[in-house]
Each structure stands twice: as structure tokens, then as C-alpha cells.
């Protein structure tokens, strides 16, 4: 270990070295991008591990989870993986989710709560303001989400919010009075639903830590050592959670930049790094000025850009680095040529250096503007990935399977069950369920347990729906029976095809159809590997609580294996901490970047350029700027002026390139460069469609491999079918008694105490030696009799 990490160490300058190996206390490593923050973090773990620091006391705070993951790996070729696998690490939410499930009862929440993620707390919150009978255009779902977001981030839990007369006020003069009502409900009927939403997991945690000294103590002492990577774009919820487990120890590092805080519409809060020396005593503070990521000429430029804000710390940042090329600025007649730009470029540049797809990086202000881009790759066959788009588990089917996932793990769950209730349709219609949805509020009960009991709640439906509820009750309970003795592969597979879901989805054979069949396949697939991999990590067994908790807190940026070779297409935001050789900023117009909506205030206006830094020192070789005369904007063609930050760069960094009106993508010259493009042929509505390039399929753990440069279309694999039919079943039908002794092939030896259910549904409950009580559905048991 010694001699590894002196190795390692000999790779820092002398800048770094010092934040590395400094031990213990408060620290703050404030430095521009491109320095080295995140590698003396990683570095600093190896180093605390090799004085004896155990990995299990180490908690280290990152921005995403695949940043984690590739310092976790990294720790790993210093200090072993076994020592590695220890540390916690990951975000904030998927650490915290954790802890909130160990200590889950104090709050009086299940351990196995869901996590609704934006789109359930959406859709709950629409049915709400729907129930409530509150005008939809003044009470838009996503605008209250974002405000109940905001007061859960700023620990403004609902009492505390009707203790304060202003915030009502506020919402009152924002046309909004009933914000409140709204907020407790919605609080109310999550934690009815044993479901926490993203900013639950922050808020419960600072409630766990507040409310039990007992365990705040423990957390306290078991991380004794914190380090908080992109410190400058923690919210207030995340500082206080810092700051309470820290408080003992008070080993606290943390690194930033707050020229790259960009998340305050989010509520990050930039005096976190600014006021960082007045939460500790004797605050040691680090500066790194050199750069080793980028050219001399991004370095400059960049600078050049945040010299404009006002508020700032002054740092230096310099690079010994080549001079490097010049900064291309483009200019476009459309949107369109702009994306023809940005693809002939891409696809020159890779040619004449032998570069792969992953050299190069995408960078726009929002997502919208992806689709021009996307158009242009397409067509020279240049293979893409989209990050931040919809997530693969939030797809329609995807999200469908989940929910019956959900549900068996947590019958409470609400979003899960108005989900799938008539999904595939059983006839139960939206009055029934809103008339189940009254009621369940009125007994204070699930509605789940209002149609288990259907028969004993005054719920005023008929006799044939009721039997329609009690048929999805039974079925659920069947799965659940199921869950106790399979995996969640086995059980995946079960679920989808006895629930109808594929049966469903075969009933729509469009090419969009075939695709959501081709998605669940994968998802199963995914499943199939999440199982393994469990199994190798030995100390888990690849149980659907375990899959269902990773989904919900991966995002499409984590499940990237870093094995398929695209380029990569992103908004500014996600591409925070990353870097890339060659990298375009695409829609550098005014009112797109900066944005018309973020221009009102010089505060707005200087995080919109602390955006721009942070696009622009994602370089490393070559960057390039562009922008168009006129672009598609909400559906009309607008004319545009180049961005004011384009200006604001020093001209000696930039290379003005000849406008391109002249390279506009011709199909005849195109075609004869790039190969036949016949197979895109005009519709009879004049318009060029282009056959729709297949999308990496994204599952837990990665994109579908592909091995050669175009995009690979992955056959369907036919499901197979998870047991044998009924009929070679061998217990299927046959005389299994009461008092029989079995064996079965996980759990051993075991003596049959019931039997119950008839048909398929035979059931029994099996007393094993090792294993306890299991009921075991035969037609999948593998049992036989000894
Ligand atoms: P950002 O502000 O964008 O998050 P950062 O300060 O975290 O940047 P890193 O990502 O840690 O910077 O480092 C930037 C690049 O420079 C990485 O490729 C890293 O491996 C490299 N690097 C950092 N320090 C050194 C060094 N001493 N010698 C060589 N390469 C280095
Ligand atoms: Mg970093």
C-alpha cells in the first residue's frame, strides 16, 4: 500500500500534495476548474486508508453516482477493492436513502418505503389539486412541485410553513392561496403511501439527525472523516446534514469552485462555500491554481469570461499546457446548419485524427435544442448518446412493470397502484378509483387495504367491480408470495407475463409497440445482471428491494458503462465536473444562452455566465462556439443575435470561422462521401425522414454494447419463460400431502405444514430446517419428495 500510493502521491504538485495528506480538521480546497479538486479528493481517501483510517468511517459526498463510481475505482487500484468497497460513497440522495432505510420506524416510515420520483410526485400532485377542485391553470403541477420542493430544501416542513404568516402571504399573491393545503396534503398522502420523493430524503435525514441525538451520535461516529465534492452547489438541506455530522469530529474537506455554481434555481446556495470559515474553528484553506485539463488558450478565454461577474473570490488559473488551437466560433444561417456544422465537424475531425466518438462532447443551454443536432449525426451515422433525457426506468412500459414491482414490495404505494390498477385494462374505471381514493383518506388506510377489505368499507361500488378488486388484490398477493422466495429476475418475468403486460404491448405492433416490447425485455435482461452482480458482491442477494432502490436514484448519467463509444450530448448543467478533447457549445444566442428567463437581475445573469465557464473549461483540446441567424423555437422559426458572452472573450483567443451558408448539407454530394443515403428518401409530404437511429438501449448497468461504430440494433430476445409449464411441472398436480417431507433446491430440507389455493395457485407452506417458513407457490417451487 505504501509503495503504490507514494507512486500516486508523486503524481500531485506541491498545491495538491498539501490538501491531500492533511489529515485531520476543517478544510476547504477552493480552485478553478480543471485543477485537481476531484483528484485530491480521491487521492486524499487512499492516503487517510494508508494511515489507518478504516474505510467503513470514511463518507465521501459526490455529484453524481457514476462520479463515485470512478473514484471508488480509482481508490481501488491504490488500496485494493476489498478495502474500496467499504467506503460510502455516492450522492447525497442514494447515500441518505440508505440511512433513512436503516432507520426508517423512528420516522415512522417502513424500511421498504418507496422513492417517487418526479414523475409520480407529479402525478400525485395533479390528482390532488384535481380532487381539491382547484383551477389547473392556476395551480400548475410542476410550478407547485417546485415550490414544495423549495420549502422541503429550505427545511420548511408544513407546520412551520402555516406558523408563517408571509410564506402565505407570498403564495397568495402569487394566486396560489390554497399552496399550503396543497403542500400538507401532499405530504400527508406520501407518508400514507410509505413513499419519500427526492427532497424527503434530504429533509427526513436532517429530521433523523435533529430529533434522535442517539443517532445522530452514531453517524457522527461512524463518519469521522467527510469529504464533499462540487461543495458550491450544495442547498441548504445538504449543508445542514453536513454540518451536523461533522459537528464531533469536525474532519470535514471540502472542495469547490464557486466560479461553477450553478444550481442556485435549484436552491444551491453559493454562501455555503463563501461562509465555509465561519462554520469551523481553524479552517484550513487550500488554493490550486494550475490547470493540467485544458490548452492555453481555454484557460485564457475562460478567465477572460469570469472576469465579467462581480461577485466572485479571485483566483488564478493557469496551465503549463500547450498553447493548443484557437477557439472556433461558428456562425449559422438555421438551427439546422448549425447541427450540419457540428456533424461535419465531428466527423472531419475523427477522420483526419483517428479520434473516437467519445473525444467529443455536445454542450447546450436546454434540452430542446438537442433535436437539430441529433438530426445532423444521424446523418453522417455518427453514433450519440443523450444524457439527462427521460431515464430508461422513467419510460411508459418500463415504468409500468416497476409499478407492479413497487406494489408487491409496498402495497401502501399510491402512484404505483392508480398506475397499474387497470393497467392492462380490467375494468376498473377512474370513479372507482377515486371513490377507493376518498376513502382510503377517510379510514386513514391505503387504498390497497380498502380493497382487501373492500367488503367491509362503505365504498359504494357494485358487486361485479368489487370482484374485479379483489382479482387484482389476490394477484398482487400472489406475487408477493412469490417475492419471498424468488428473484427479482424470476420474478420480473412471472410478473410481466401473468399480469398481461406483454400481451398488451403485443397488441400494439407499430415499430413503437415492438420497442416497448424490445424495453421490458431489457429491463428483465438488466435484471438478470443486477442479480449476478449481487451475487458476486456476496453480501447482498439481488432482492427486488435492492434493484427497485437502485432504480430509483440511478439517472441515465449513471447507468453509463463507459463501454460504447458515442458522443456525448448534454445540457451544461449535467456536464458539471466532467472533461472531453474536443467540445461545442451550440445555441450561443441571446435569449437561448443566456437565457431570456435568467436575464432579469445581474445575479441571474451571472450564474448564466458561471454556466458558460463551466461549458467552456469542459475542454480540453479544442473548443468550439456556435450559433445560428434564425432557430425553431416553440414551433415558430425566430431570429436570433450571437450570444453576448461570445463578445465578452478576448479576441486574441478566438478563430472566427468563415460562415458556412455554403456547406449546407447537400444529399447528392453527401451521398456520394458518405455512401448511399437512398434509404432516406423524401415522404410524400416532401420532407427528408430518416429511418430512426437506434438508441443505445439503456439498462442498469449500461448501454447495450456496441462493438462497431454505428449504432447496433438489438435483436429481440424472445423471454424465456422463467419455469416450466404447468404441465412438466412435477408437483404441479400431484399428490404433495401435508407432513411430506421435501427437499427444495435453495432451501434444503423441510416439512410441508399447508397447503392451500387451487389450479395454478397452488400454494404451500414448507417448514425448512435452515430458512424458516416459506410459502411456496409449486407451479414454480423446484421441490421434490424424499
Ligand atoms: P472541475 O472543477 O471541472 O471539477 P477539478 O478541479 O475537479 O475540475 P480534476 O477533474 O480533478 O479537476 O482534474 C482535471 C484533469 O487534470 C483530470 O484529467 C486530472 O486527471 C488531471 N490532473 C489533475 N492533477 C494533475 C496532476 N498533478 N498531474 C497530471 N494531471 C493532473
Ligand atoms: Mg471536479
Known sequence: LERELQEQLAKLNEAQLAPTIQKDGPMIVIAGAGSGKTRVLTFRIAYLMSQGIDAFNILSLTFTNKAAKEMKERIATIVGNSEAKNLWMGTFHSVFAKILRMEADKL???????????????????????????????????????????????????????????????????????????????????????????????????????????????????????????????????????????????????????????????????????????DYDDVKEFRLEQNYRSTKNIVNAANSIIDKNETKLDKVVWTANDEGPKIKVNRSLTDGDEGRYVASTIWETKMNEQLPNSDFAILYRTNAQSRSIEDALRKRDIPYRIYGGLSFYQRKEIKDVLAYLRLIINPADEEALKRIINFPGRGIGQTTVDKLIVSANGYKRSIFEVMKNIDKTDVKINAGTKTKLKNFVTLIETFQVLNETADVFELAEYVTRTAGIITEYKKDNTPEGVVKIENIEELINGMKDFVEGQKEIADTTGNLAEFLEDVALSTDMDSDKGDADHVALMTIHLAKGLEFQHVFIVGLEEDLFPSAMSMNTRSELEEERRLFYVALTRAEKQAYLTYALSRYRWGKLVDSEPSRFIEEIDEQYLDIVTPIEERRFNPMLDSKIF?????????????????????????????????????????????????????????????????????????????????EGTGADIKAEISFQHGGTKKLLLRFAKLDVI
Not at 454494447?705 to 454505428?710: I, M, N, T, V, W
Request: aromatic letters at 10%; charged letters at 30%; a positive charge.
Open 108 to 278: 415512522g416510515y417502513p424500511s421498504n418505503f418507496t422513492i417517487y420520483d418526479t414523475q409520480d410526485s407529479d402525478r400525485l400532485i395533479s390528482s390532488i389539486i384535481r380532487e381539491m377542485g382547484l383551477d389547473k391553470d392556476l395551480y400548475k403541477y410542476k410550478q407547485v412541485r417546485s415550490r414544495i420542493s423549495s420549502y422541503k430544501n429550505s427545511l420548511i416542513t408544513v407546520r412551520a410553513y402555516f406558523q408563517n404568516p408571509e410564506l402565505k402571504e407570498a403564495d397568495a399573491m402569487a394566486r396560489r392561496p390554497r399552496m399550503g393545503d396543497i403542500y400538507k396534503e401532499f405530504v400527508d398522502r406520501c407518508f400514507k403511501a410509505g413513499a419519500m420523493d427526492f427532497d424527503d430524503l434530504l429533509l427526513k435525514t436532517n429530521e433523523l439527525l435533529t430529533r434522535f441525538p442517539e443517532v445522530l451520535a452514531k453517524y457522527q461516529n461512524r463518519f469521522r472523516y467527510i469529504l464533499v465534492d462540487e461543495y458550491q452547489d450544495t442547498n441548504h438541506s445538504q449543508y445542514l446534514i453536513v454540518r451536523a455530522l461533522s459537528d464531533k469530529f469536525q474532519n470535514i474537506c471540502v472542495v469547490g469552485d464557486d466560479a461553477q455554481s450553478i444550481y442556485a434555481f435549484r436552491g444551491a446556495n453559493i454562501s455555503n462555500i463563501l461562509n465555509f470559515q465561519n
Open 675 to 755: 455512401g448511399d443515403v437512398s434509404e432516406n428518401k423524401p415522404t410524400s409530404s416532401g420532407k427528408i425522414r430518416f429511418k430512426p437511429a437506434k438508441q443505445a438501449i439503456l439498462k442498469k448497468g449500461g448501454p447495450t454494447k456496441s462493438s462497431s461504430d454505428k449504432f447496433q440494433v438489438t435483436t429481440p430476445k424472445n423471454l424465456k419463460p422463467m419455469a416450466k409449464t404447468s404441465n412438466d411441472t412435477n408437483l404441479f398436480d400431484s399428490k404433495l400431502a401435508v407432513g411430506n417431507i421435501v427437499k427444495h433446491i435453495r432451501f434444503g430440507t423441510g416439512e410441508v405444514k399447508k397447503i
